[in-house]
């Protein structure tokens, strides 16, 4: 039971990640590759936050939002104006130079030592010491945060979204100033990121660099797509899915120390394939172009 | 210090070279961001541990027989995903998500077959010849030249032979080459197979001093696309100098600061081009579509 909450911990968490990559690749066409760098980014402030002023978990949380948002603010005005492949390449540098400054910005983040002892939670007296136990503060923080994610989605502000990812060039002809909703988007989908970087600095209660390289992204962009973008199914199905492949294939009798590459592979050909026989995901509504 | 850190920027510069050109190759014509050119590079560098090392066939002999497997990987690429990809009519992003499909496949399979150790291919250090106090290993000197030697030809092959033209008008305008009767599939998959090629022989130049891992690509790959970025992407020279320039700059921050700052530079460098420069220093820009 332990382990099956456990895994579900996890698939909430990247639930929220995936949900944040949607809004930003599935509804406005960005794509962006550095959504590990925010994932590490949010993870690594609430951790620092926690261990060194002790701030509980909502405080630490807000902080984590309020940097990260701050960071993809700094990030997102200079490289938004930037169009299509330019804009990626920025973001794979963002990715890489995160990397660089967690490993090696020792008095901040320990460098490649990474950060322990991230305090257990508390839940109305209730210490969420068993590593299952968490699953309900994660399912609870996902609930939130696909809702806010829909609601956000059917507002006029979710409309022109669409817009600008369907054609932005008819959407600033409309009169939307694009610039300006690419920048909005781009920042909150770098909070939501931040969302799943505490939950995850709070799961695991240890974090370091190598969690959040570029391989994560891929994931997460694996997870969106092959679940589907535009849809809170789909980024519920993607991450169950491309979890629940390798742990089926665990049961299947394959040794556990190559589970990390099988599931490297098997996503990548997932993706590959989804792309060529189905390219609006298992259940998704809209196609990336 | 100054002297020995010009020439191992120099020989940086020469990797980068050849991968930035093969990159630039592919992207003027297919309009791919292939960063999947990483894991190409890769592959080269394991084919020739492979032939070496695991077969013991002789390094002057596995050395072409390794470049030629990597271009027909690259080949295969083309042939297989993103071709597949042009005839479902798939636009941009779904080709990137693709590409990170192919680099995530391919990583795991490299880590599956070789482990994440790193592989090394030959034992004992380089020969070196001393130039007072500089070091140039025979290494330094075989990237040097394979660049001057690979520039030239590539020059002439896409100027002066009916294939070279065929790929320029292909990267002019697709429409109008396939009306003009080319097939423009055979003509992508040989500048694949050129391309990769090239990432090929600077795989295994690089992997005769560092060894593979499978992990390599990932750095070298975007500082060659960031040199792209410098030089301007459709002008072969300018990659060139580009490419030439970044390996400098990194190692005079290696001088200045610390070896782990490089990315960074490479990040910044990227950033201040694509704002204040985005059509490269010499001017050519980088066609990007919208929609």
Known sequence: MEYIATLLTQIAIYVVAVAALDLLLGYAGIASLGHAAFIGIG?????????????????????????TSLIALAVGIPTLRLSGDYFVLATFGLGSVTSAVLQNWVDVTNGPFGIYGIPVLDVLGVRLISPGRFLIVAAAVMAIVLVVKQLLVRSPFGVVLRAVGADELVAAVSGKNVTLLRVTVFIIAGAGAAVAGVLQAYDLRFIDPTLFTIQLTVFVWAALYVGGCGSWLGNIVGPLLLFGMPEALRFVGLAGTTVAEIRDILYGALLIAVTIYRPQGIAGTYRVR | MLGQLIVNGIAAGGIYALLAVGFALIYNTSRVLHLAHAIVYTF????????????????????????????????????????????AGAGHNATLIATL????????????????????????????????????TILHVAIVGMTLVVFPVLQLFLTQTRLGIAIR???????????????????????????????????ILTALDLGATPDMGFDVVFAAVVALVIGGVGYLPGALAGAFALGLAQQLVVWQLNTAWQSALVFTLLILFLILRPQGFFGARMVTRRV
């Open chain 1, 43 to 67: 993870a690594y402030t609430a951790a620092i936050f926690a261990t060194t002023l002790h701030l509980g978990f909502i405080l630490s949380l807000v902080a984590s939002i309020a940097v």
């Open chain 2, 101 to 136: 499909g192919l680099i995530s496949l391919f990583q795991g399979t490299y880590a599956l077959v070789f482990s994440t150790d790193n592989k090394m291919l030959r034992a004992g250090p380089l020969p070196v010849y001393q130039v007072g106090s500089i070091s140039i």
């Open chain 2, 169 to 203: 008008a292909l990267a002019d305008n697709r429409e109008l080459a396939d009306i003009q009767g080319m097939d423009s599939d055979r003509l992508y998959g040989v500048i694949f197979l050129m391309g990769s090629g090239l990432a090929g022989i600077a795989a």
């Open chain 2, 44 to 87: 080269g560098a394991y084919a020739f541990y492979c032939l070496v090392v695991l077969l013991g066939i002789w390094g002057w002999v596995a050395a072409p027989i390794a470049v030629a497997l990597t271009g027909m990987f690259g080949w295969s690429i083309e042939a297989f995903v993103y071709r597949p990809l042009r005839r």
